[in-house]
């Protein structure tokens, strides 16, 4: 399991804040590799998902309301295809808490040391906006490194 709205709510989290917000940046992660196609595509052919996940791609809805309806909270290895595994494993890779490069990226993004707290990122289309191109950036650095190896 890379992230789970639970890990986050179960510790620490502040009080007076919807627990809906521990979903923001997990969210955006997953909105963002689903507009890169690195997602398991049962999520976008499934009868009970489809729906909310173009709603998703088109900015409908959120990834955090997506993975809080459909997703239980969670991402998981078999939310992505192999190649969105393998970026993901690459990207959430830290030896002390799972999050990796992808949390490092979040924090300087959304500067949440300046928040009241890490969960006071809005959701909304200028921070995904921030976030996807720096997704991206790490996401095509990634890519080239792969390439230069063969």
Do not use: C
Request: hydrophobic share 40%; no cysteine; charged share 25%.
């Amino acid at each position: 399991m890379y992230d789970h709205v639970q890990f986050h709510t179960d510790e620490n989290y502040p009080a007076g804040l919807p627990p809906e917000n521990a979903a923001t940046h997990i969210g955006m992660y997953w909105a963002w590799a689903a507009s890169q196609s690195l997602t398991n595509p049962v999520w976008q052919s499934a009868p009970e998902t489809a729906a909310d996940f173009a709603a998703m791609l088109e900015g409908g809805i959120s990834g955090a309301e997506f993975l809080r309806r459909h997703m239980d909270g969670a991402l998981t290895r078999d939310d992505f295809n192999d190649f969105g595994q393998r970026f993901t494993d690459f990207y959430y890779d830290d030896e002390e808490d799972g999050y990796g490069a992808f949390m490092e990226d979040y924090v300087r993004t959304m500067n949440t040391p300046a928040l009241d707290s890490f969960y006071h990122v809005a959701d909304n289309a200028e921070n995904r906006a921030a976030l996807e191109a720096v997704f991206q950036s790490a996401f095509e650095a990634w890519d080239a490194s792969l390439r230069s190896k063969r």
